[in-house]
């Protein structure tokens, strides 16, 4: 039984691996101007940027990263989450594409913009996709996989920085986007958002795919149809005032809060310039990477 249940999980995982490669790529995008800024601000660079350029360029990512997670949250719901994962690397390809010809600031602005939406998208979707394809026994596992896989691609493009020039790192973005697509086209799309739009019968067979066939999937259905008549009822304001809905939203937006109120974004945008500009003994990209050793290790 037990060997029965580990096999019908390995579809889950492969699904789910498939998803959070966008969160890798997110993480990647991220940190994509630590060894890249002090690179452009060298007088021996095809072309150089000011400190404000360099600024901008590292924050501008926010903004496409607002506006991702806003289209998100709409194409969640209308085009499906395994759909709307797959989208994101249009804005994220095209992106890199134009950061690794970059001839002046701007194209590095635009390209650190779309990258960003392409981030926001993958926020927005990934999480809800995994945690809707997954049962209550490895959920909460695989609803650690995003922000682990986040770290780990921040990890990997200070490791690259090291070893490649600028405008590889950006070609190099291009290949997690790629691997993400082409898996995602062999996954299916969450059980439940297929409920929602009336596709039973499509449920029933990405159920079937991800529990295995001997699993009793058909249950699972119907709980899940369930679930979504009894959330279908219209909510009031006053329904806001109940514990079991206010408390869980307080939670998670107080943590997530105060975890940006630390600064910890920003730092990770510029962290090699920072190091830079101390008195550390190794070169700033080592420290960078150390940094993301850490990052990594801190989510295990």
Not at 137 to 163: D, F, K, T, W
Not at 223 to 238: D, F, T, V, W, Y
């Amino acid at each position: 039984r037990e060997n029965r249940v580990e096999q019908s999980n390995r579809k889950l995982f492969l699904a789910a691996f498939a998803a959070v490669i966008g969160n890798f790529s997110f993480g990647y995008a991220m940190v994509y101007t630590s060894p890249v800024i002090p690179v452009l601000e060298s007088p021996d660079s095809s072309f150089c940027i000011t400190e404000d350029e360099a600024s901008w360029f590292g924050s501008v990512f926010t903004l496409g990263t607002a506006a991702g997670g806003l289209f998100g949250m709409i194409l969640n719901d209308i085009v499906g989450r395994k759909l709307s994962i797959m989208l994101s690397a249009v804005p994220s390809g095209i992106g890199y594409f134009i950061m690794s010809s970059a001839q002046n600031v701007n194209m590095l602005y635009g390209g650190r913009i779309l990258t960003g939406i392409a981030g926001g998208l993958t926020s927005a979707s990934i999480p809800v996709y995994v945690s809707e394809i997954s049962h209550p026994g490895v959920r909460g596992a695989l609803g650690a996989c995003p922000q682990m896989m986040a770290v780990i691609g921040s990890l990997i493009l200070y490791v690259l920085g090291i070893l490649l020039p600028w405008r590889w790192l950006a070609v190099v973005g291009e290949v997690p986007t790629i691997v993400m697509v082409i898996l995602l086209c062999f996954m299916p799309d969450s059980p439940r958002f297929l409920i929602s739009k009336g596709k039973r019968d499509q449920a029933l067979q990405a159920l079937c795919w991800l529990r295995g066939a001997e699993a009793n999937y058909k249950k699972e259905c119907d709980k899940i149809e369930n679930n979504l008549q009894q959330q279908g009822e219209r909510m009031s304001c006053a329904d806001l005032r109940k514990p079991s809905f206010y408390k869980p939203i307080r939670i998670a937006v107080s943590m997530r809060f105060l975890q940006q109120l630390t600064g910890i974004t920003p730092i990770l945008f510029y962290l090699e310039s920072i190091f830079d500009k101390t008195s550390v003994i190794l070169p700033g990209e080592y420290d960078a990477a150390i940094v993301g050793a850490v990052r990594f290790l801190s989510v295990l």
